[in-house]
């Protein structure tokens, strides 16, 4: 079963051109076939946006090097703000780092208790 850290580790040896483009999606495609079956849905929103920026490539609507752009933008760390506005006592989640759009569920003292992808 492919899970979120061994996408950013074979991502990570592509950009650090371990790997070629081909034997990255060769490995992609292998490891994350029938991934809707089994996998946790944090990773397979990742997968599914990685499909998309491959799909773009082979295309020719992403030259490589504005691929491998677009794939670090997944990768990058994953940060939320929230205000709280006055009187309310509630936090408001007002942004995040990631490009990858979440719906975050929010504790007291903002805390994140779940973050789901949304596409």
């Known amino acids: ?9 074979q991502l990570s040896r592509y950009f650090g051109n ?10 992609f495609v292998q490891a994350s076939w029938n991934a809707h079956r089994e996998m946790d ?6 997968v599914s946006a990685i499909e998309l920026k491959l799909a773009e490539h082979s295309s020719g609507h992403l030259s490589e090097p504005d691929l491998q752009e677009e794939l670090r933008t997944l990768t990058q760390p994953r940060f ?5 506005p006055q009187g309310t006592g509630q936090p408001v989640l007002t942004g995040a ?16 208790s779940s973050v789901e992808y949304v596409s």
């Open 1 to 9: 079963m492919i899970n979120e850290s061994a996408i950013l580790e």
């Open 18 to 27: 371990q790997i070629s483009l081909d034997e990255f999606e060769d490995w």
């Open 41 to 46: 849905p944090v990773a397979f929103k990742l």
């Open 80 to 84: 939320v703000y929230f205000s709280f």
């Open 97 to 112: 780092s990631n490009p990858v759009p979440f719906q975050g569920v929010v504790q007291p003292f903002g805390v994140i």
